[in-house]
């Protein structure tokens, strides 16, 4: 159990510009989750997968964001058309399938557009 | 819709000395979770302790325990023996337990806790 990794951990992007990010659960994990933290705020839910399905979407989650776990194991979030209002720190969490469990957290990546 | 108050926006503990963070939510379901996170300065988030609504007991980690009152809608977190590790980001967060539903987890707005030597 290596716990949950996410990639890369700081990205800075141009507005207008795509970025992708990854996150690694911690192996056998069957839920996964995304969150956006901005500054001196708390996380707020964005997206959760069980398995490979994509069961929930925020209505934060515009268009321009898409997110999928193929196979069940690695997420992408991506976002497309970078805006400044995207700035923020992007936390991915994973637990097992089952009642009780604390959802643990990554490292997150933190994205800056300029 | 389900809230998460922090109320606090800072605090400030003398090392060895006790705080307490507060914590208030609005809900109308029955079976829910409790968590206070922890999120030190550039490094992940990690959960410092649980309660079950469904739990009359208050929960209780080393130095770190909760007063849950249910009725109130009110989960605070005292800290004894405050260490200079202490100091960190404090979430107050909340997680509907439905089967089915995807238990994401509903944070306030946290609470920055300062340690002083």
Known sequence: ?114 | AQTVTQSQPEMSVQEAETVTLSCTYDTSESDYYLFWYKQPPSRQMILVIRQEAYKQQNATENRFSVNFQKAAKSFSLKISDSQLGDAAMYFCAYRLEVPGANSKLTFGKGITLSVRP
């Not at chain 1, 997206?47 to 997110?67: C, G, H, M, P, V």
């Open chain 1, 1 to 114: 159990d290596t716990g949950v990794s996410q990639d890369p951990r700081h990205k800075i992007t141009k507005r207008g510009q795509n970025v992708t990010f990854r996150c690694d659960p911690i192996s056998e994990h069957n839920r996964l989750y995304w969150y956006r933290q901005t500054l001196g705020q708390g996380p707020e839910f964005l997206t959760y997968f069980q398995n490979e399905a994509q069961l929930e979407k925020s209505r934060l989650l515009s268009d321009r964001f898409s997110a999928e776990r193929p196979k069940g194991s690695f997420s992408t979030l991506e976002i497309q058309r970078t805006e400044q209002g995207d700035s923020a720190m992007y936390l991915c969490a994973s637990r097992p399938l089952g009642g009780g469990y604390e959802q643990y957290f990554g490292p997150g990546t933190r994205l800056t557009v300029t």
